[in-house]
């Protein structure tokens, strides 16, 4: 799975509208300043997923209230935003007996006189109406009166169980969301289904997930219950068979449950799919920390550390410094822009802006394209910010790149109607070291507070290092991003010739461009040819790469060279 190249563009625009349409981020800068436009969908669309993201927090409310027993305030939501759930009886007595069971449970003689006002006026009436069986259902939940919670051998035992609040909020979930077209965004969806078809080809095939830590985690083992129809939908046509099949096999259902779901969703197939994949429920806490994760690598929000719970700190650099590294630095970025005419986008901003770049790729980059990840680093064994000289060297000449890039970027607000999650770049090897530390520092009487975030800047100082030579290789400027590479491993492009050699090939493709053909042969000379001498493998590429002097300058570096793609595999 390592070797496979990833298409990067296309990732970050499915991550992107993920947290667009679940609001886990907000501009970091003022309207005046920040691009506001960036991560702002069109009108038309930003009012359809605002209207679908309002739609999801009223699921989630009445899920909520419905775990936790208060029946009365999912009623209440129901009546104001959702009435038609309460029109159709078979809903309306379902809460009904759960809210006769919650108000048994508080145990207190009012309640109980609350629970027989309930079985008169409302569970008796939807009895009488609400299915055939209803009523048979009424008599027997009346010996909830005599056998309580803690009977343990009672009839009404199922009645009393936690389980059943959650059976019916996840019951209520499913008839909204198909209702009010409240589907999770793409990505939500995508992911549950590449990991639902994933876990199935490995039992089948009897092999262990690579993977599986994750999966498990991250897709929980229960499933919303599935919305029925109505008893005067059951004659509805019958369905092409293969549909029925499609849809069983897609998300592993019976033939009877694919034919229900499509009773349910009027025949419609897409729709049917999008209902039971949202059945499938995540982890949204886990979900949400591997999204904020991604959404850091990318340098798409700003790096951020969890303080204490509800609380996030975002460690940057000191405003004073980044504005004089600014003014420093202003020339020769500005000239690192007008080298490229007009190829200098970097792939961040291209997200940033809703609209991926289509790159269209030369055969001698497509030939070495495969992106290759090496094993992460290992944490730092002191809490000094300090690192190498040429570390430190490397860091301050590429903040004068980064400061407008950390400008663009956005701050992660997480999701503020669930307090019990925590956003943050928190990991188990996080966890760990962060204990290690502590335990270390017991006896130099250093706050591991200050130690913790020492070693989160010290991080965060690499995280913005990669980010900077990666923003440095999607404007072009390779011969920079050799020479910083250079000075902090010399043995990083022994490990990395195809990397090395894509980088060569950039700068000889900018030479020959610009039409000084002598010093794009001296590159070709001292670094093309040797390498392909060492790796035959290159010498394809190589021969593609020299045909460029045979095109008229202005086309032999044009700005559909993949700069990104290189970039993408420089981070990774």
């Known amino acids: 799975m390592d070797s496979l190249p990833v298409n990067w563009e296309a990732l970050d625009s499915l991550i992107i509208d993920f947290v667009k349409s679940e609001n886990l981020i907000e501009d970091s800068g003022s309207p005046s300043t920040s691009p506001s436009t960036s991560l702002s969908p069109s009108s038309s669309t930003s009012s359809s997923s605002s209207s679908s993201y309002q739609s999801r927090l009223l699921i989630r409310q009445i899920r909520r209230s419905v775990e936790f027993g208060d029946i009365d305030a999912a009623i209440d939501l129901l009546r104001l935003h959702a009435p038609f759930v309460l029109d159709d009886h078979r809903l309306l007595f379902c809460l009904q007996k759960q809210r006769f069971i919650e108000l048994l449970r508080k145990g207190t003689a009012e309640d109980r006189e609350s ?20 009523y048979e259902e009424f008599k027997h ?25 959650i059976d019916i909020a996840g019951l209520l979930s499913s008839v909204l969301r198909a209702h009010l077209c409240a589907y999770d965004p793409l990505f939500a969806m995508s992911l549950r289904y590449l990991i639902s078809i994933h876990k199935l080809f490995c039992f089948r095939q009897g ?77 949204d806490p886990m979900f949400d920390e591997l999204v904020h994760e991604y959404c850091v690598y990318r340098g798409f929000v700003n790096f951020s550390v969890v303080d204490s719970p509800g609380m996030q700190l975002s460690i940057n650099d000191d405003q004073s410094e980044s504005g004089q590294l600014s003014k420093n630095c202003s020339t020769e970025v500005g000239d690192g822009n007008t080298k490229l005419s007009g190829s200098d986008t970097s792939a961040s901003q291209v997200i ?13 980059i497509q030939s070495t394209d495969t992106e290759e990840r090496y094993p992460s680093e290992a944490s730092y064994g002191d809490c000094s910010t ?26 992660w607000r997480g999701r503020h109607e669930n307090t019990e999650f925590v956003s943050g770049p928190t990991s188990e090897r996080s966890r760990e070291d962060l204990n290690a530390d502590t335990t270390m520092l017991k006896d130099q009487q250093v706050s591991p507070k200050s130690c913790f975030l020492n070693m989160m800047k010290n991080r965060e100082d690499k995280h913005e290092l990669v980010l900077g030579l990666k923003e440095l290789a999607s404007r072009g400027m390779t011969e ?3 020479e910083e590479i250079n000075e902090m491993d010399s043995n990083f492009f022994v490990q990395n010739p195809s990397l090395l050699f894509q980088l060569k090939q950039v700068e000889f493709l900018k030479l020959v461009g610009s039409g000084d053909h002598t010093q794009a042969l001296r590159v070709a000379c001292s670094f093309l040819g040797p390498l392909a ?9 190589l021969k593609e790469t020299l045909l460029a002097l045979l095109k008229p300058n202005e086309e032999a570096f044009n700005d559909r060279l993949p700069l990104c793609v290189l970039a993408n595999t420089l981070q990774v």
């Open 352 to 364: 940033m802006e809703g609209s991926p770049e289509s790159n269209t790729n030369l055969a001698s």
């Open 207 to 283: 092999v262990p997930s690579p993977i599986s830590d994750l999966t498990q985690r991250l897709l929980l083992e229960d499933r919303d219950p599935p919305a029925t129809p109505l008893e005067s939908s059951y004659e509805a046509p019958p369905f092409d068979e293969v549909d029925i099949q499609a849809l069983a096999h897609a998300v592993e259902l019976t033939r009877q449950g694919a034919i229900d779901s499509l009773r349910f969703a009027k025949g419609d197939l897409y729709q049917a799919f999008q209902n039971e994949l949202c059945r499938i429920r995540l982890d």
């Open 480 to 482: 920079d991003v050799v």
């Open 386 to 411: 300090s690192g190498t000289p040429q570390f430190e060297k490397v860091l301050q000449k590429n903040k004068c790149l980064r400061v407008g890039e950390t400008n663009k970027r956005k701050r």
């Open 533 to 541: 001498s060492g790796h035959p493998d290159l010498l394809k590429p």
């Open 115 to 134: 629970a027989i006002n309930c079985l008169r006026e409302s569970l008796a009436p939807c009895a009488l109406d609400a299915y055939p069986e209803a």
């Open 141 to 165: 939940i009346l010996l909830a009166l005599v056998y309580d919670e803690e009977d343990k051998n009672s009839p009404v035992v199922s009645e009393w169980s936690p389980r059943r609040r």
